[in-house]
């Protein structure tokens, strides 16, 4: 699946602070490594309240995962749900998930993809992520989003569905 343009799209410090406070919580390592690779493509220790080009953003995501594997990027996506502010009224997973698109938007400038959610079953969704970021990033926050507000147990499935035309993922909880 070919990944959408990002030219003139920005993202917001806090973001990408919320992917350095993630990577923080996994090693000290991962933290110099991904503060290191941002630097490296024009953005130093993201502050909060500064817009940064989403394209380099990106740009270094793709060399992380090249780097430390899709496996270790979604682990930090993972994290991610946990360094957000998510709004109080947000209390469980189908509310999250259907939240997911707002936050995105209000972290994100320009045309920069949406996150869909589906509720199909009484613990099941499917989630579209229509986003420039890699798919192992999606998958990691997604199954982070729902570990975070599942109020019934451990239990966690995020798969990607491979026949769908857009990257979509089966939610169970």
Known sequence: ????????TEVQGDSLSSLVEGVSRLSDAYRK?????????????????????????????DELVDAIGPRTVKTIGKEIPETVEWPPAIDNVETALTALDDVYQMHHRGDV?????????????????????????????????????????????????????????????
């Open 1 to 8: 699946m070919a990944q959408m343009a990002t030219a003139g």
């Open 113 to 173: 993809g949406h996150y869909d959610f589906e509720k199909t079953g009484e613990t099941s969704g499917r989630m579209v992520c229509e986003t420039p970021y890699p798919a192992s990033m999606d998958q990691g926050i997604v199954e982070g989003i729902v570990k975070k507000f599942n109020d019934s147990g451990a239990f966690v499935q995020v798969e990607e569905d491979e026949t769908a035309t857009e990257r979509t993922f089966e939610v169970s909880w």
């Open 33 to 61: 490594r991904v503060i290191d690779v941002l630097d490296s493509h024009g953005i130093p220790e993201p502050q909060q309240g500064e817009w940064y080009s989403l394209e380099d953003a990106i740009d270094a995501l």
